[in-house]
């Protein structure tokens, strides 16, 4: 079996394992990042990046270049409600350097990340290996135990952390305490080809009993069909053709021919919302969706994650330099994070509950409620939800 001996082992190379791996070697700590998968390319995650998010890549000197890739530019939510058309939040007047939602495809954002932390010589990124179990020595915390390509691999290090997403092996396998806030529903996540016909000015579609959104790929919508809970049986009961219909429906265009003709090409996403009451063991510390997993209310999972890993760096990087990371020094990463995430967290499940809840229930025409048509009606309210999205609650600035 190899062993390996690094200052700092991620587990997990999703935007907070990816950034964290950057901004540790970029601050001179040796770290190796773990990927259970061969590439980045997966369909099923997060492609907003917000102006938190931004703003730290404008602090790391890389904000030209990232947005020299491929990506979408929103400055604005719309969102057509009961058949109305409404303007939701505006990002256009805030204190950032871009003021708007760019949509990427995740992958891209990996790679980026990626590339650059491999130009700092502590940085090692192993994919195809996955994390099995905890390594323990004198009661603490020394490593972790992985199936690389090559076979069995150890990995010692001061620090273990977490950042292995909602079915995270480190939190279980490091028994955290979880509290589970519940969610009403799932999403079922496809694509559709843009000559579908919708203009990308709309990003959702809430009617009677169905909630849409679609995020802008490029040459192809990403779609998600929000659904009640437990329901995908009863849709797939009723057949492809009525799926189809309720699509087209939606989207306001016929579906093509060739286009969702198997049920293959429609994953269902299972929503969880919850978070560990402590993040953090000697020697281990979890973050990102490891640590709370979001609701796909808002799109914020990504960008609190990549919160949580400049918040992490900011306190760890020199105690990690001197080999000497402590239990106080865990338990400021939590004390730094954990409000936020339970303040998203809250408006999250109030909106589940108060929102996406009852219009899945319900069979009578939809309309606006009294704060959206408020905040269609007056440009200056929409600043509000344009500022809990964009930057979130508590944006870290990196220290580091």
């Not at 700092?8 to 070697?25: D, K, R, S, Y």
Request: glycine content about 10%; hydrophobic content about 45%.
């Amino acid at each position: 079996m190899r062993t390996l001996e690094t200052r700092c082992c991620i587990a997990g190379g999703g935007p907070a394992g990816m950034m964290l791996g950057l901004l540790l070697a970029r601050a001179g700590v040796d770290v190796v990042v773990l990927e259970k998968h061969a590439d980045f390319l997966r369909d099923f995650r997060g492609d907003t990046i917000h102006p938190s998010t931004l703003e730290v890549m404008h602090q790391l000197g890389l904000l030209d270049e990232f947005l020299a890739l491929p990506h979408q530019e929103i400055r604005e939510l719309t969102g057509i409600v009961g058949g109305e058309r409404l303007q939701i939040a505006d990002f256009s007047h805030l204190p950032v350097r871009c003021p708007f939602i760019a949509l990427m495809p995740q992958w891209d954002f990996l790679d980026f990340l990626a590339r650059h932390a491999r130009r700092h010589p502590g940085f090692a990124l192993h994919m195809s290996t996955g994390v099995g179990d905890l390594l323990y020595q004198d009661g603490r915390v020394a490593g972790v135990r992985a199936t690389a390509p090559d076979g069995p691999l150890e990995i010692r290090a001061d620090l273990i952390v977490g950042a292995d997403g909602r079915d995270s092996t480190v939190r279980a396998a490091a028994r955290l305490p979880v509290k589970i806030l519940g969610a009403p529903m799932d999403v079922l996540w496809f694509r559709l080809p843009k000559r579908a016909g919708v203009t990308s000015g709309v990003l959702g579609r809430i009617e009677a009993g169905r909630i849409f959104v679609m995020l802008d790929r490029g040459d192809y919508w990403q779609c998600g069909f929000v659904i009640a809970k437990g329901t995908l049986e009863d849709i797939r009961a009723r057949g492809l053709e009525a799926f189809r219909a309720d699509v087209a429906r939606l989207v306001g265009a016929p579906v093509e021919s060739g286009v969702l003709r198997d049920w293959n090409e429609v994953k269902l996403l299972t929503v969880r919302v919850d978070h560990l009451t402590t993040w953090f063991r000697p020697s281990l510390l979890c973050i990102g969706d490891a640590a709370h997993a979001m609701s796909p209310v808002g799109g914020v999972g990504i960008n609190l994650a990549i919160q949580d890993a400049v918040a992490a760096a900011n306190v760890l990087a020199a105690p990690l330099r001197a080999r000497g990371v402590g239990l106080d020094d865990l338990a400021r990463v939590q004390r730094r994070r954990a409000w936020p995430t339970r303040v998203t967290q809250g408006i999250q499940v109030l909106v589940q509950n108060r929102v996406v809840r009852r219009v899945l229930e319900s069979r009578r025409p939809v309309r606006p409620a009294l704060a959206v048509r408020l905040l269609g009606r007056y440009p200056r309210l929409r600043r509000l939800p344009g500022r809990l999205v964009g930057l979130g609650v508590r944006p870290e600035r990196l220290r580091v």
